[in-house]
């Protein structure tokens, strides 16, 4: 009996109740999302999708980092940010069938469910509180692109970056932000250039607000950061919005 109980506790179905999106289902719904998906594992550096690949799977990220990408009509490489499992990842693209928003990369080694559209479907139709879910996410799709639109017509980008960084050090215990890969991919991110992107860095850790190591950016004097995520006439600080991150569950 007891041996029982083990092996169903940390039986790997369980691993998808990690999700927010099923955080709420009843066992029996967490395994047949399992054994109704494929495993799917993924290098560092691979291509998970292309944007514009038909989405006809709901991909869950239950282990590694992923990034979102894309390149404009003219040839502008424009990054979203990085998604960490576990999370459901573009569901905004599963649930219109318009294809992939965005190109996404395995920045580490990954585990990926694979599960089909029309389960995920089966569950927004079925489930309320799945439903309620997926309409509040996508909600926060909406305001988020709306706010990233008026960042980068309004925003200087040392605001942008500032507003990245302490966005970023607020999730962290350390206060320690990690960078998206490399300075072009804080670029990319940011809407600006990598020359740009050292410049602002290095004139930020000269004024003594930050710390640029090998590993990432430590934050030194968040209230002075605070300042120059500050624009005249954009009133309160951008961080309180929660911009620079992208919604996964």
Request: hydrophobic residues 45%; aromatic residues 4%.
């Amino acid at each position: 009996m007891g041996s029982s109980v083990s092996a169903d506790t940390s039986a790997p179905w369980r691993a998808m109740a990690a999700v927010p999106l099923f955080a709420t289902l009843p066992e029996d719904r967490l395994r047949a999302l399992w054994f109704g998906s494929l495993p799917r594992r993924h290098r560092a550096g691979e291509v998970i999708r292309n944007a514009g690949d038909p989405a006809e799977h709901l991909l869950v990220l239950l282990r590694g980092r992923v990034s979102a990408a894309t390149t404009t009509a003219g040839g502008r490489a424009v990054r979203f940010g990085d998604w960490t499992g576990p999370c459901a990842l573009d569901k905004v693209a599963v649930i219109d069938g318009g294809g992939h928003t965005a190109t996404l990369t395995a920045v580490t080694h990954c585990s990926v469910r694979s599960l089909p559209r029309t389960r995920f479907e089966e569950l927004v139709d079925d489930v309320p509180a799945v439903r309620r879910h997926v309409l509040r996410l996508l909600a926060e799709h909406a305001r988020h692109q709306q706010e990233r639109f008026a960042d980068a017509a309004t925003l200087p980008v040392e605001a942008r970056l500032a507003t990245w960084l302490l966005t970023q050090a607020a999730a962290s215990a350390r206060a320690r932000v990690e960078l998206p890969g490399t300075q072009q991919d804080l670029a990319d991110l940011l809407g600006t250039t990598r020359v740009t992107v050292n410049r602002l860095l290095a004139r930020l850790s000269h004024d003594g607000l930050i710390e640029v190591t090998r590993r990432g950016v430590a934050v030194l004097a968040p209230e002075l950061l605070a300042l120059r995520a500050t624009a005249p006439g954009i009133g309160s600080l951008a961080q309180s919005r929660g911009r620079g991150k992208i919604s996964t569950t």
